[in-house]
């Protein structure tokens, strides 16, 4: 699989157009199987945190007061993460933080999340639940630190992803894993990751081969 960056956001809330902003960021940089760079920042974006929140990511309105503006971090984690591949569980969430902060900045991005959510619900459909602990904990994969905490989320996101390749490799004998092929399985309707492969692999097999001399 190509490189790819994987992403977590803690928030003051749920929704961008509420006013929620950003408290935290991280991003794992994944190449050839494992990490192999990592971004994370507090972030202050002027705004207060409730307490319902704090209880759940354990940051604070006095952390976030000592940490960078938010347009400082996110600019440097745009540049962090460029044009590759993003990555993130339950993606609809990051992603609507994602833009909503890089507007702010006036940056755009262009390329679209892969969602390790929704690619665990066609891969690991026995699964009790599909929220990132519960699917650690189904796939037997390690516990990196606290839940809700940007860079520990970030790490097991990873994990799952490349236990969710693997399965693509070993379970349904996929040679190759794309970012391609993981978008393509994310938007596959529910029963339909076998006509997916399938088409998938019609596609490689009818490629042309390169004329030789």
Same mark, same amino acid.
């Not at 929704?15 to 950003?22: E, F, L, V, Y």
């Not at 990132?132 to 650690?136: P, Q, R, S, V, Y």
């Given at each position: 699989m190509e490189v790819v960056a994987v992403i977590d956001f803690e928030t003051t809330g749920l &929704?961008? !157009?509420? %006013?929620? @902003? !950003?408290t935290e960021v991280a991003v794992v940089i994944v190449d050839g199987g494992r990490v192999v760079d990592r971004y994370q920042s507090l972030m202050n974006a002027g705004v207060r945190i409730p307490a319902y929140i704090e209880a759940l990511t354990g940051i604070s309105n006095a952390m976030v @007061? %000592? !940490?960078p503006p938010a347009a400082e971090v996110m600019q440097q984690v745009s540049d962090f993460v460029g044009d590759i591949p993003i990555v993130a569980h339950n993606a609809a969430f990051d992603a609507k933080f994602w833009d909503a902060e890089l507007a702010r900045i006036h940056r755009h991005r262009a390329q679209d999340f892969v969602c390790s959510l929704l690619l665990s619900r066609r891969l690991f459909p026995l699964a009790? &639940?599909?929220k *990132? %602990? !519960? *699917?650690?904990e189904y796939a037997r994969l390690p516990v990196a630190g606290r839940y809700h905490r940007a860079l520990a989320d970030a790490e097991m996101a990873a994990s799952l992803l490349l236990r969710l390749e693997e399965e693509l490799r070993l379970r349904h004998q996929v040679h190759e894993v794309s970012v391609d092929l993981l978008r393509r399985i994310q938007r596959a309707p529910k029963g339909q990751l076998h006509d997916v492969l399938a088409r998938m692999a019609g596609s490689a097999r009818c490629r042309p081969a390169g004329r030789g001399r």
């Open positions: &929704s961008p !157009a509420q %006013g929620d @902003r !950003a @007061r %000592g !940490a009790p &639940s599909h *990132l %602990g !519960a *699917l650690i």
